[in-house]
Each structure stands twice: as structure tokens, then as C-alpha cells.
């Protein structure tokens, strides 16, 4: 299955991908929601590092 990036505006604070995944996890209201997201986007981080930029990640 191919991959498509979706263009993205830069992120002028520099946030890492954990920063990223923790604000969006922390942003879910239902701890269901949070638990489905949370084991992909620790795969996700991972996979590209948890201090990789989130301006230099395509997505």
C-alpha cells in the first residue's frame, strides 16, 4: 500500500514527535480513544525517533 504525504505547514516551535503524540493523546477526552491511538503512535515514534522534528517528517 502506498504511503501518500500530506503537505504540512512548518511547525515554528521545533516539536519532536514524543512532544507531538503526548499533546495529541492528552487532547483525546476518552481513555478508550487514548489507549487505540496510543499503542500506534508509540509505534510511530519508534519507528522515526522519539526526538525527530515534526517539520522534518512527512506525513
Request: charged share 15%; aromatic share 6%.
Amino acid at each position: 500500500m502506498p504511503v501518500v504525504a500530506f503537505p504540512s505547514p512548518p511547525d515554528p516551535t521545533g516539536s519532536t514527535t514524543a512532544a507531538a503524540v503526548e499533546r495529541f493523546l492528552e487532547s483525546r477526552t476518552a481513555a478508550t480513544t487514548r489507549t487505540g491511538y496510543a499503542e500506534t503512535l508509540t509505534h510511530l515514534t519508534a519507528i522515526t525517533g522519539p526526538a525527530r522534528r515534526r517539520s522534518s517528517t512527512t506525513y
